[in-house]
Protein backbone atom coordinates (compact mmCIF):
# COMPACT_ATOMS: atom_id res chain seq x y z
CA UNK A 1 0.00 0.00 0.00
CA UNK A 2 1.20 3.34 -0.76
CA UNK A 3 0.97 5.65 1.93
CA UNK A 4 0.85 9.85 1.41
CA UNK A 5 4.41 10.28 2.51
CA UNK A 6 5.38 8.54 -0.39
CA UNK A 7 3.94 11.26 -3.05
CA UNK A 8 4.45 14.22 -1.39
CA UNK A 9 6.11 17.07 -1.61
CA UNK A 10 7.74 17.95 1.30
CA UNK A 11 9.37 21.22 0.61
CA UNK A 12 5.88 23.20 1.44
CA UNK A 13 5.92 27.01 1.62
CA UNK A 14 2.87 28.52 4.42
CA UNK A 15 2.68 31.94 5.51
CA UNK A 16 1.17 33.59 9.11
CA UNK A 17 -1.99 35.04 9.41
CA UNK A 18 -0.33 38.52 10.05
CA UNK A 19 1.55 37.99 6.10
CA UNK A 20 0.45 40.60 3.71
CA UNK A 21 -1.50 39.94 0.99
CA UNK A 22 0.99 41.30 -1.57
CA UNK A 23 3.88 38.36 -0.15
CA UNK A 24 1.40 35.94 0.04
CA UNK A 25 1.01 36.96 -3.65
CA UNK A 26 4.56 37.10 -4.89
CA UNK A 27 5.15 33.89 -2.90
CA UNK A 28 2.92 32.34 -4.64
CA UNK A 29 3.65 33.71 -8.14
CA UNK A 30 7.56 33.31 -7.31
CA UNK A 31 7.17 29.61 -6.46
CA UNK A 32 4.02 28.85 -8.89
CA UNK A 33 1.64 27.85 -6.10
CA UNK A 34 -2.17 28.82 -6.38
CA UNK A 35 -2.86 28.29 -2.23
CA UNK A 36 -0.92 28.62 0.71
CA UNK A 37 -1.52 27.06 4.28
CA UNK A 38 -1.79 29.56 6.79
CA UNK A 39 -0.31 28.41 10.40
CA UNK A 40 0.07 29.68 13.56
CA UNK A 41 1.83 28.04 16.73
CA UNK A 42 2.72 25.54 14.48
CA UNK A 43 -0.42 24.62 13.38
CA UNK A 44 -2.73 25.01 10.00
CA UNK A 45 -5.35 27.34 10.67
CA UNK A 46 -6.68 27.98 7.13
CA UNK A 47 -5.38 28.60 3.65
CA UNK A 48 -5.04 31.55 0.77
CA UNK A 49 -5.60 30.77 -2.35
CA UNK A 50 -5.74 32.47 -6.02
CA UNK A 51 -9.04 33.46 -5.52
CA UNK A 52 -9.10 34.38 -1.99
CA UNK A 53 -6.91 37.28 -3.06
CA UNK A 54 -9.15 38.27 -6.23
CA UNK A 55 -13.18 37.39 -4.96
CA UNK A 56 -11.99 38.33 -0.76
CA UNK A 57 -9.64 40.54 -1.29
CA UNK A 58 -9.94 42.76 -4.50
CA UNK A 59 -13.38 42.75 -5.44
CA UNK A 60 -14.02 43.91 -1.85
CA UNK A 61 -11.75 47.01 -2.24
CA UNK A 62 -8.79 45.20 -0.16
CA UNK A 63 -5.74 46.34 -0.27
CA UNK A 64 -1.95 44.74 -0.71
CA UNK A 65 -1.24 45.71 2.79
CA UNK A 66 -4.21 43.36 4.03
CA UNK A 67 -3.64 40.55 6.04
CA UNK A 68 -3.75 37.03 5.16
CA UNK A 69 -5.94 36.24 8.08
CA UNK A 70 -8.58 39.28 6.37
CA UNK A 71 -9.33 36.95 3.40
CA UNK A 72 -8.19 33.15 4.14
CA UNK A 73 -10.25 30.52 3.98
CA UNK A 74 -10.76 29.17 7.58
CA UNK A 75 -12.06 25.51 6.69
CA UNK A 76 -9.79 23.28 5.25
CA UNK A 77 -9.50 20.33 3.67
CA UNK A 78 -6.05 17.55 4.24
CA UNK A 79 -5.19 14.66 4.67
CA UNK A 80 -2.92 12.34 7.04
CA UNK A 81 0.86 11.51 5.98
CA UNK A 82 -0.15 8.16 6.76
CA UNK A 83 -3.48 7.87 4.79
CA UNK A 84 -3.13 5.36 1.58
CA UNK A 85 -3.33 7.40 -1.91
CA UNK A 86 -6.25 5.41 -2.92
CA UNK A 87 -8.06 6.60 0.07
CA UNK A 88 -6.80 10.28 -0.74
CA UNK A 89 -7.58 9.86 -4.11
CA UNK A 90 -11.48 9.23 -3.68
CA UNK A 91 -11.55 12.09 -1.10
CA UNK A 92 -9.76 14.73 -3.22
CA UNK A 93 -12.28 13.15 -6.13
CA UNK A 94 -15.56 13.30 -3.51
CA UNK A 95 -14.61 17.01 -2.65
CA UNK A 96 -13.46 18.11 -5.74
CA UNK A 97 -10.09 19.86 -4.95
CA UNK A 98 -6.99 19.00 -6.41
CA UNK A 99 -4.17 19.63 -4.11
CA UNK A 100 -4.12 19.84 -0.45
CA UNK A 101 -2.41 19.87 2.90
CA UNK A 102 -0.50 16.87 4.40
CA UNK A 103 -0.15 16.67 7.83
CA UNK A 104 0.81 14.61 10.57
CA UNK A 105 -1.06 12.78 13.54
CA UNK A 106 -0.12 15.66 15.82
CA UNK A 107 -1.80 17.97 12.81
CA UNK A 108 1.90 19.75 12.26
CA UNK A 109 1.98 20.56 8.35
CA UNK A 110 4.57 18.19 6.90
CA UNK A 111 4.29 18.65 3.11
CA UNK A 112 1.34 19.34 0.27
CA UNK A 113 -0.19 16.97 -1.80
CA UNK A 114 -1.38 17.82 -5.21
CA UNK A 115 -3.60 15.48 -7.86
CA UNK A 116 -0.47 15.26 -9.90
CA UNK A 117 1.58 13.76 -7.55
CA UNK A 118 -1.15 11.02 -7.19
CA UNK A 119 -1.17 10.48 -10.95
CA UNK A 120 2.53 9.89 -11.06
CA UNK A 121 2.93 7.69 -7.69
CA UNK A 122 -0.37 5.52 -7.91
CA UNK A 123 -0.69 2.27 -10.30
CA UNK A 124 -4.72 2.49 -9.61
CA UNK A 125 -6.77 3.54 -11.87
CA UNK A 126 -8.72 5.33 -9.29
CA UNK A 127 -6.66 8.65 -9.75
CA UNK A 128 -8.12 8.72 -13.90
CA UNK A 129 -11.51 8.54 -12.48
CA UNK A 130 -10.99 11.10 -9.61
CA UNK A 131 -9.29 13.50 -12.47
CA UNK A 132 -12.45 12.90 -14.70
CA UNK A 133 -14.96 13.56 -11.33
CA UNK A 134 -13.05 16.64 -10.82
CA UNK A 135 -13.20 18.20 -14.05
CA UNK A 136 -16.99 17.46 -14.70
CA UNK A 137 -17.70 18.76 -11.02
CA UNK A 138 -16.03 22.23 -11.70
CA UNK A 139 -17.63 23.06 -14.91
CA UNK A 140 -13.96 23.00 -17.20
CA UNK A 141 -14.84 18.92 -18.49
CA UNK A 142 -16.03 18.60 -22.09
CA UNK A 143 -19.74 18.19 -21.72
CA UNK A 144 -21.32 18.85 -24.70
CA UNK A 145 -24.26 22.26 -24.06
CA UNK A 146 -27.55 20.86 -24.62
Known sequence: MTKISDCMSKDCKWV???TKLQEAACIMRDNDLGFLPVTENDRMIGMITDRDIVIRALAENKG????????????????YDDQSTQEV??????LQIRRMPVVNRDKRLVGILS????AQTSK???VGKAEQQITQGCGCGTKKAA
Request: aromatic share 10%; charged share 25%; proline share 9%.
Open 16 to 18: SPE
Open 64 to 79: PTTNVREVMSPKTYYC
Open 89 to 94: CDNMAD
Open 124 to 126: HET
Open 115 to 118: FGDL
